[in-house]
Every structure is written in structure tokens, then in C-alpha cells.
């Protein structure tokens, strides 16, 4: 048996080197390990690796970009955040997190369950209950964790079916996985396939949970919730929507709520890593299904709760938003110039409508070569390759945050434009 992958490192993609190992019989885990090795130092060497790129002084809009791999530093525009309103900045969100670090302390040093609450953290699941619409809400650690959790508990074992959108986050499918449920995905943001896939399987199981994403991270686009929650009229399901991409961007908080549905759907979950600039994941249901959660989701029961200087950032986001609404509505704005921009010189950005803005390459040796230029041009963002996406879809994602000014944007656009050009992905 060979040890380490054999053949050239050169045209080798990372995503792929447990499947080439697997083709040659490496199976010895320390093999696969200095196969992947041997391609990350390869692209580090010729300068093409950029996935642990980090910031100099934290998540902002713009910062000192540097990587542990190779020497390169660069100022750069940075897209690849998720603070939609940038509010990890905020005065008051500071003020408020450490202002709880000198009450409360840093960690909380065991989980939920056994004691390692706050009366912050009480608070906080009954205000996000409300922003959700919701009877009831249960506070995880991470978004992560929440999927995970919760969707483990909700569906156990052969019994129960899970569909789930193709696209949905690995959060929901590692969450799918373990609960032993049966499962099948169904096709991207279409609810006649899952409508189709509910006629064929419902009837044979005693629970059946439907799992979709309010907004779909790799793509921006909002789900067909309406037609979803129709389908509960003709089918028994519950539904579980995960707004990690829309919770707090709109005035009704979620787009549940925005277009009328909460009551129609079971579970609604969002990250707090993302609009409310902290980390915590949360799910909003009834009274009876957070019982269920807090006795039954071990990521609830044996992980150690989120700190309670988290809790009172995400308290004091959620204030920002309900005394700043023009936040709001700037950041629409800007997403609205951006995609008009961009559509106008010519890239495909897809059909979303969100904040996140995909602008598709469709071709792997550009997107390595063209993501390469970006950043020497001082604008860094996340490359989307294969096989986390086919071939024919590879792109940049840009993740659209207030704190981005209009003049950043438009650097941003003037580098997308020349290389766009450079590369024969717009026509010159
Ligand atoms: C749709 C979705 N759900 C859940 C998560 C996990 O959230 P977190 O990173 O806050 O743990 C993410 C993270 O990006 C996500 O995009």
C-alpha cells in the first residue's frame, strides 16, 4: 500500500485529495494528512493558497490581510464577513460586552443545562422568543451547534424523515446525519420536487421534518417560503427554517415574519454571529418543543454555554437595530448599487437578492488566477471552488456589510472590472 498520494501536486484540488487517496489505497490517515499537506505547501508556494488568509486586527470592512503560509501582507477591502451591519464595531455593542465581562466574567464554565446560564442569557432567549415570533426560544453555543442539535433531537432514528434543501448548510446536514433519521434532499429551492418527494414518502413515516434556509448562503437567494409553507395544507410536516442570512436585515426581524408565515412554521433558528455581530445560535418554537431541546439536544446539554459578554453584544445589536432603522435601509441601498453595478458591466451575479452577491467565474484555473490579482489589487474575498460547488458554478462571494462605504464598493467594482476583462470573463 502507498503512503502518501502519488503524481503531481500541481493541477490538485485540495477539496479533492481524500478522494484521490481513496483511489490510490491510501487509507492510513497520516498519509492522507501529508498528501494534503503537500498540495496546501505547493499552492502556498506558488502563491495561490488563500484559505487561512487572516485579518491583522479583526473583522472589519477594510484591514491588513495576512496568511501563516507565506509572507504576503496586504491592505486590502475585505468581503468576506458576515456582519451585515457591521455592528462588531458599534460603540455601544463594545461598551455593553465589556461592561458584562466586569459583572459576569469570561466563560461560563459549564453547559445551560447544569447551571451555566445568566439571568443575561434569560433574558436574551426571551427577547429573541419575540424578535422570532415565537413562544418560546433556546440559546446554543454556536449557530453550528444549534442546527445540529436540534435537528438530531427533533428527528431520531429510522422512524422519522428528514427532506432538506441540496444547498442547505453543512450545520443542517451533519445535524440530518445524526439523527438517524432517513433523509433525502430535495432540488434547490424547489417546492415541487419537494412537494413530489413529500407525496411519495410522508405517509410512511410517524414524523417528518422539512429543513430549508430563509436566504441560501452560497447564492444569496431567498427560499420559496410561501409555497413551502402551503404544502403543510396537504401534508404533515414541520418545518424548520434557518434565517442565519436574513434574521435582523429587515423591519419585521425575520422574513417569516415579513411575509406573514411565522405561524406556519415550526422551528424558526438563526445564528447570532452574523447581523448581531457575536456568536450563539438560537431557536425559536413552543414551550413544549424547548423542553424537548433543553432534555434532548446534546449540544445543549454537554457544551458550555456562550459567554455572557456575547449575550450582552448581541442584546445591545439588537438595540442598535431597533433605535437605528436607517441602518436598514442603508444597507439595502448599498445592495441594491452593488448588484445594479455589477450586472451592468456585465458578470453573472445570479438571481438573489440579498446582501450576499455571488459573481460566477465558471471556470476553476481563472477563479484560482483571478482571486490571485484581487488581492494583490487590494480587495480579498472567498473563492467558491470546486467541489464545494461544480465547475461550471465557481465564484467569488461578496458579502455586502454596512460599514462598506460607497467608495470602497466602487474600488471594489474598478478591480472586478479590469480583471473581469483580463480574464475574458466580462467582454472588453
Ligand atoms: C445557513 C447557516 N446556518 C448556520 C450557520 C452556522 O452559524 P455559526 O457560524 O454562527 O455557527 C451558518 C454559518 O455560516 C449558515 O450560513
Redesign the pocket.
Known amino acids: 500500500m502507498l503512503d502518501v498520494a502519488v503524481g503531481s501536486v500541481e493541477n490538485r484540488q485540495i477539496g479533492l485529495v481524500r478522494k484521490d487517496c481513496q483511489e490510490q489505497g491510501i487509507v492510513r490517515i497520516g498519509a492522507v494528512a501529508d498528501s494534503y499537506h503537500a498540495v496546501k505547501s505547493h499552492q502556498s508556494s506558488s502563491g495561490v493558497w488563500c484559505y487561512d488568509n487572516f485579518t491583522e486586527v479583526g473583522s472589519n470592512s477594510t484591514g491588513l490581510v495576512k496568511s501563516d503560509t507565506h509572507d504576503r501582507e496586504k491592505n486590502c477591502i475585505v468581503w468576506p464577513i458576515?456582519h451585515y451591519l457591521g455592528l462588531n464595531r458599534h460603540p455601544k455593542v463594545i461598551e455593553a460586552s465589556i461592561e458584562a465581562l466586569k459583572q459576569f466574567g469570561t466563560g461560563c464554565g459549564t453547559s445551560a443545562m447544569s447551571g451555566g446560564h445568566s439571568s443575561l442569557h434569560k433574558l436574551a432567549e426571551k427577547r429573541l422568543a419575540a424578535w422570532l415570533g415565537k413562544e418560546a426560544a433556546i440559546l446554543f453555543p454556536?449557530?453550528?451547534?444549534a442546527?445540529v442539535g436540534a435537528i438530531s433531537a427533533l428527528a431520531k432514528g429510522p422512524s422519522c424523515f428528514i427532506l432538506f434543501d441540496r444547498e442547505c448548510?453543512a450545520?443542517?446536514i451533519d445535524g440530518v446525519k445524526l439523527s438517524g433519521a432517513k433523509f433525502l434532499p430535495f432540488k434547490h429551492n424547489d417546492p415541487i420536487d419537494l412537494a413530489r418527494k413529500l407525496n411519495k414518502f410522508a405517509s410512511q413515516y410517524e414524523n417528518v421534518l422539512v429543513v430549508v434556509?430563509s436566504v441560501y448562503?452560497m447564492t444569496g437567494e431567498e427560499a420559496c417560503l410561501r409555497e413551502i409553507t402551503e404544502l403543510k395544507e396537504r401534508y404533515d410536516f414541520l418545518l424548520f427554517v434557518?434565517e442565519?442570512?436574513s434574521f435582523g436585515l429587515h423591519t419585521e426581524r425575520t422574513l417569516c415574519t415579513k411575509f406573514g408565515l411565522t405561524d406556519k412554521v415550526d422551528f424558526v433558528m438563526t445564528?447570532?454571529?452574523?447581523s448581531t455581530a457575536s456568536?450563539g445560535?438560537v431557536i425559536a418554537t413552543t414551550n413544549a418543543f424547548k423542553t424537548l431541546l433543553q432534555v434532548e439536544a446534546n449540544a445543549y446539554l454537554f457544551q458550555a454555554a456562550i459567554p455572557p459578554s456575547d449575550v450582552a453584544a448581541i442584546m445591545a445589536a439588537m438595540d442598535v437595530i431597533e433605535d437605528t432603522p436607517e441602518l436598514l435601509s442603508s444597507l439595502w441601498s448599498k445592495v441594491s448599487y452593488m448588484r445594479t453595478k455589477l450586472t451592468e458591466l456585465g458578470f453573472d451575479i445570479g438571481s438573489g437578492t440579498s446582501p450576499i452577491i455571488p459573481v460566477f467565474i465558471r471556470d476553476s484555473d481563472t477563479l484560482l488566477r483571478m482571486g490571485q490579482d484581487m488581492y494583490d489589487d487590494g480587495v480579498f474575498t472567498t473563492s467558491v471552488a470546486y467541489p464545494v460547488v461544480k465547475h461550471s458554478e465557481v465564484r467569488f462571494r461578496f458579502i455586502l456589510n454596512e460599514s462598506h462605504s460607497y467608495e470602497q464598493i466602487d474600488r471594489t467594482l474598478a478591480v472586478l472590472e479590469r480583471l473581469g476583462k483580463k480574464y475574458g470573463v466580462v467582454a472588453s
Open positions: 458576515n454556536t449557530g453550528y451547534s442546527n448548510h450545520s443542517i434556509e448562503s434557518d442565519a442570512h445564528t447570532l454571529s452574523k456568536i445560535g
